[in-house]
């Protein structure tokens, strides 16, 4: 900044200067300092009629000096002196910025100045570019206008808005990367979770037997545009079928209550088996929904064991090794030998009779070892027309783990029907 010499004259009412020394003249100012540190200074006429003094200043301003001698005040009134700021020193941040959650505006946008080596603002400069980036933490997102031109030695950003993760620290930093200043640091700060906007599978469905219960339990969360857990919002979530190879129905609780953000599946079941499922969840927030990782429905891992015996690439459940006409998965499910055809423990069909009258059974095999077969008896008067049988009477005739020897009789007499047709099922095929 700057020194001014100040001078008061002695002279006559006619305006002749009078070369009279040890008149006490007093001096005020509103800005900056005399040379006794002060804001009010005595000094003496010298014998030219002439009070000299000298006024500084570190603060840019402008400074309104009054001259008086006792109780009379210089004629010509005040003087002022304007102290300009010097050239930048320092980048320094105004005003904080302040935000609460992710994804939204600063509450509190952010100042810059440029200040000269007394932190006085720049005042002149409106050329120096300030540019605002992320100085610290993982996961942070900055957006708006992040480049700024200095305007009367200030930046005033407007339309900033951050997301990041919940619980990391982030700080910003201000630069102006065309001048040797070193950059400002905001304080650091953390930020809440934004608005629920995702839908994202926290588990994810795993490869289950067929009517078996998908392990471990699904589980859908609530998320921000940054992947912060919603904890705070409720919301009913649906699990569908998305990819569905086997045509398959999903059984079980499919739509849930999120319990601190997250909603837990833990009977879901599919009836088919076949590779290439997919679920998609949704909610009633119409939150954007999500598909899960494609996963498979399987027989049960007793199948597994039970194919060892046949040769690598010919173990599908729905493959034919040797061409018998009966799928690996049959043969599993009648206790079959994998590699022989043994068409003789297939489901057969004869009648029961009695004095009373004649009814169609059909007796098969049937295992216990593997809960995710379920057989079902259908009964039909066409070929085409087969429909669950309501009410047979079973009977077990043979129990030789892993399988038992079942007999299935219709309750309606044949007598009843011109034709009538037994079969056994095996759900999921």
Same mark, same amino acid.
């Given at each position: 900044?700057?020194?001014? @010499?100040?001078?008061?004259? @002695? ?15 007093? %001096? ?13 200074? *005595? ?24 001259? *008086? ?6 004629? #010509? ?5 304007? &102290? ?33 080596? &007394? ?6 400069? *409106? ?51 065309? $001048? ?14 934004? =608005? +629920?906007? /995702? /839908? ?38 649906? @699990? ?6 086997? #045509? ?6 499919? $739509? ?11 009977? /879901? ?19 954007? +929904? ?19 015996? @046949? ?7 729905? !493959?034919? =090794?040797?061409? %018998? ?38 007796? &098969? ?13 259908? +009964? ?5 027309? %087969? ?12 129990? !030789?783990?892993? +399988? ?26």
């Amino acid at each position: 900044l700057e020194t001014a @010499l100040i001078i008061v004259e @002695l002279r006559d009412a006619s305006g002749n200067p009078i070369a009279e020394s040890g008149v006490t003249v007093s %001096f005020t100012t509103t800005l900056g300092a005399f040379p006794n540190g002060n804001q009010t200074i *005595s000094v003496d006429t010298d014998e030219n009629g002439l009070a000299t003094t000298w006024l500084s200043s570190t603060v840019a301003g402008l400074a309104a000096i009054n001259a *008086s001698i006792g109780e009379i005040p210089v004629t #010509n009134g005040s003087a002022e002196i304007e &102290f300009h700021p010097g050239p930048a020193t320092e980048l320094s941040l105004n005003v904080e910025p302040v935000i609460e959650r992710a994804g939204d505006l600063f509450t509190v946008q952010p100042v810059v100045s440029l200040r000269d080596a &007394f932190g006085n603002i720049v005042s002149f400069d *409106s050329e120096t570019e300030i540019r605002v980036a992320i100085a610290a933490g993982d996961g942070g997102n900055l957006t708006g206008t992040t480049s700024l031109q200095i305007t009367g030695g200030v930046a005033s950003f407007t339309d900033l808005t951050f997301g990041g993760i919940v619980g990391e620290t982030y700080q910003l930093e201000f630069a102006a990367p065309d $001048t040797d200043l070193a950059p400002a640091f905001s304080e650091p700060f953390e930020i809440l979770a934004g =608005p +629920a906007q /995702l /839908l994202v599978f926290l588990q994810q469905p795993s490869d289950t037997a067929v009517h078996q219960t998908i392990e471990p339990p699904l589980s859908v969360a609530l998320q921000d545009g940054f992947g912060n857990l919603i904890s705070n919002q409720s919301d009913s979530i649906t @699990l569908s079928l998305g990819e569905n190879p086997g #045509n398959a129905d999903l059984t079980g609780t499919s $739509t849930v209550e999120t319990i601190d953000g997250v909603a837990t599946f833990s009977d /879901l079941k599919i009836d088919r088996i076949a590779e290439g499922y997919t679920l998609i969840a949704t909610s009633a927030a119409e939150l954007t +929904a999500v598909e899960s990782e494609p996963f498979a429905i399987t027989a049960g891992p007793g199948y597994a064991v039970w194919a060892e015996a @046949l040769p690598e690439g010919l173990r599908g459940e729905d !493959q034919d =090794p040797g061409g %018998f006409g009966i799928p690996n998965i049959l043969r599993y499910a009648f206790d079959l030998d994998p590699l022989v055809p043994e068409y003789d423990k297939l489901p057969t069909i004869s009648i029961v009779q009695d004095e009373t009258g004649e009814w169609l059974s059909i007796q &098969f095999q049937r295992r216990t070892d593997d809960p995710s077969l379920i057989y079902t008896i259908e +009964a039909g008067d066409e070929l085409d027309a %087969f429909a669950l049988l309501e009410n047979p009477i079973l009977e077990i005739i043979d129990n !030789q783990p892993p +399988a038992e020897t079942v007999v299935a009789t219709d309750p309606r007499q044949i007598s009843e029907s011109n034709r009538r047709f037994l079969r056994v099922r095996l759900l999921g095929w």
